[in-house]
């Protein structure tokens, strides 16, 4: 086979992405190689997705093991791994049922769709409305980009559906001037991730709880980028100690490995009869297998509680480049999901440190044009975070000096 070029993929590709210039072809821990053997420090986990670094000997082993089992059977038929992994989930959280499916996108359709059928069978048609907030980012199908508070995702893409509107995020007032009770179902994340890395402030959730429980509207948290141990927590929400009624998980669920869930009450699920909904690949043992290997690793003794400590240390390092260099007007995040955001005259620049890290051996990603985000593994060894944030400084002088 002849060596596949970076400029193949515009040659093959639908034009929707622009990739990096160089190809990775093995990774290990926190460490990636290109096709030139160059070494990079992984920052980014794909998009905050592979939370246990890259061919971790646990996923590895789940992988290849059921590999030589059973890749698939549809729903048609269930499998060990779909029931062992639904069973995972809801001893460790608020949730009685789960629905598995392949990605956040799948996760929140069915989440909105299970949103709209409840109000509808309780309440009839009249309640179908759904609120969600501004800068939100809630997947890429119609459903969810109609969801989303980014304008620019829906640009060419309407008629989109109808029925949803969006208020300003942590602006409880705005919130309670929308709710009502033709509200179906209130869709928010815990901490707007590809919006900036903001976090929800505790009354808000509260709020939100409050007010959804008034108008008898689900509670829905995205927490497809907060979930998984990302936080320090396995949810964000048992941070804040708000319990939604459906949540939305995919990204670091499979560490790699494509599956997403939502997950929710006893009481609603059942609207979700026989045949309302489905999905061929959804629970397919390949990857329920991997995503049960990950959730062990990540509800292990201690491996939650280290999170919070490595992201002290990326903080305080991100403080210290910060006093030295004066690029930062706001360090924030919870746990290994962080955000740094640059100076007003650095505005619009994020991409730009993006692209000098990776010159420099260091892979990580924006969260919008003003923030830089970190969402490294979540057992990144310490002296990867070190070589890690070296590399990130001379980047940080490389722009600074330009
Ligand atoms: C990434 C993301 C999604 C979309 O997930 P996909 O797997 O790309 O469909 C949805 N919501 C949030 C909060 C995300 O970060």
């Known amino acids: 086979m002849t060596k596949v070029t970076r400029a193949q993929f515009d040659d093959v590709m639908v034009p929707n992405y622009v990739p990096g210039k160089v190809i990775p072809v093995k990774g290990e821990g926190s460490r990636i190689w290109d096709q030139e053997g160059r070494e990079f420090v992984d920052f980014a986990g794909g998009i905050a997705v592979s939370a246990l670094g890259h061919a971790h000997p646990a996923l590895v082993e789940a992988l290849t093991t059921q590999g030589q089992k059973l890749w698939h059977l549809s729903n048609v038929m269930t499998n060990e791994p779909a029931i062992e992994l639904a069973q995972k989930i809801t001893d460790n959280t608020f949730a009685d049922k789960v629905f598995f499916c392949n990605s956040g996108a799948e996760a929140n359709e069915a989440a909105l769709k299970l949103g709209r059928r409840h109000a509808f069978l309780k309440s009839g048609p009249e309640k179908h409305e759904i609120i ?118 995919a990204k670091a669920l499979g560490g790699g490995f494509p599956i997403g869930a939502m997950i929710c009450t006893d009481k609603v699920a059942g609207s979700l009869a026989f045949g309302t909904h489905g999905s061929t690949y959804g629970g397919n043992p390949l990857a329920c297998s991997v995503s049960l290997a990950v959730l062990d690793v990540v509800l292990a003794d201690g491996v939650l509680d280290q999170v919070t400590a490595k992201a002290e240390k990326i903080k305080s390092a991100l403080a210290g480049i910060n006093e030295k260099h004066g690029v930062f007007k706001d360090i924030r995040g919870m746990g290994l999901l962080i955000g740094a955001e640059l100076n007003d005259d650095l505005a619009g620049k994020a991409k730009d440190f993006v692209n000098a890290a990776l010159e420099e051996g260091l892979m990580m990603l924006v969260a919008g044009p003003n923030v830089i985000r970190f969402t490294p593994s979540l057992i990144i060894p310490d002296a990867d975070i070190e070589e890690g944030l070296a590399r990130f400084e001379k980047a940080v002088e490389k722009i600074v000096n330009q």
């Open 132 to 249: 969600s907030t501004l800068n939100s980012f809630h997947g890429r199908t119609l459903f969810t980009v109609s969801a989303g508070g980014q304008a620019k995702y829906k640009e060419g893409f309407e008629p989109t559906p109808g029925g949803i509107s969006h208020v300003p995020y942590n602006d409880l007032a705005a919130m309670k001037a929308q709710i009502s009770d033709k509200t179906a179902a209130v869709i928010v994340e815990p901490i707007q991730g590809e919006g900036g890395i903001t976090p929800a402030t505790q009354e808000y959730l509260e709020g939100l709880r409050a007010l959804c429980d008034e108008h008898d509207a689900l509670l829905i948290f995205d927490e497809v980028q907060t979930g998984v141990g990302r936080t320090g927590h396995l949810y964000a929400y048992q941070a804040y100690g708000v319990v939604p009624d459906v949540l939305t998980t």
